[in-house]
């Protein structure tokens, strides 16, 4: 069983940053963060690798958002900078061990011009 909890995310401008994390409880093999604005499907936005540390980042964040994990914490972050209006959207960590898949409950990124 896997346990997530997202925090951070809130609002911020064009241009700004934010930080967000995500406690994780039990055995995974990446946590990858998710976001979904409304209207639009949930689609993947970073993604870290466990067992040897590699990132992933969608083309759309490459360059201006960072995953990162805190062992000793049992964290991973994503880094948001540079955000535009479009960055708004409900963010999710998500993990993926065996069979199943978990969620985090999301929370609420918004972006003003």
């Known amino acids: 069983q896997v346990q997530l909890v997202n925090s951070g995310g809130g609002a911020a401008q064009s241009g700004g940053s934010l930080r967000l994390s995500c406690a994780v409880s039990?055995?995974?093999?990446?946590i990858a963060w998710f976001r979904q604005a409304p209207g639009k499907k949930r689609g993947a936005v970073s993604c870290i690798d466990f067992s040897d540390g590699r990132t992933f980042h969608g083309d759309s964040v490459k360059g201006r958002f960072t995953i990162s994990r805190d062992n000793a914490k049992n964290t991973v972050y994503l880094q948001m900078n540079s955000l535009k209006p479009e960055d708004t959207a409900v963010y999710y960590c998500n993990s993926m061990y065996g069979s199943a898949t978990y969620w985090g409950q999301g929370t609420q990124v918004t972006v003003s011009s």
């Open positions: 039990g055995d995974t093999w990446q």
